[in-house]
């Protein structure tokens, strides 16, 4: 059984910058995490994503040179720095693992997960 704990959500002004993090517990930390965020009445999107252990990523295009997805194996951390922040930026940002999807291609969606955090708002004021 895995754990996820998301943390370092918050509200800030357009421009601005946050990073969030995922702490793992659990018998094998591995595997792919994605960040995945969702507004209340629409589909929860796919952010970004990392391999443990690996430095390959992919990113929505609504956030791509903003958003850096970074890993600490040591600590059993993924972040997530969000940087030039937008009001659309706006949702609750959940962290995923337990993937079973092949190879990283369909990372996106949200049904090949297993493991879910609580997740952590974010909010971003014009």
């Known amino acids: 059984q895995v754990q996820l704990v998301e943390s370092g959500g918050g509200s800030v002004q357009t421009g601005e910058s946050l990073r969030l993090s995922c702490a793992s517990s659990?018998?094998?930390?591995?595997?792919?995490r994605t960040w995945f965020r969702q507004v209340p009445g629409k589909d929860r999107e796919g952010v970004a994503t990392?391999?443990?252990?690996?430095?390959?990523?992919y990113y929505h295009d609504s956030v791509k040179g903003r958003f850096t997805i970074s890993q600490d194996t040591a600590q059993r951390l993924v972040y997530l720095q969000m940087n030039s922040l937008k009001p659309e930026d706006t949702a609750m940002y959940y962290c995923?693992?337990?993937?079973?999807?092949?190879?990283?291609?369909?990372?996106?969606?949200?049904?090949?997960?297993?493991?879910w955090g609580q997740g952590t708002q974010v909010t971003v004021s014009s």
């Open positions: 659990g018998y094998v930390y591995g595997g792919r």
């Open positions: 995923a693992g337990g993937y079973k999807g092949p190879d990283g291609l369909l990372w996106a969606r949200g049904d090949l997960y297993d493991y």
């Open positions: 990392t391999y443990i252990g690996y430095g390959s990523s």
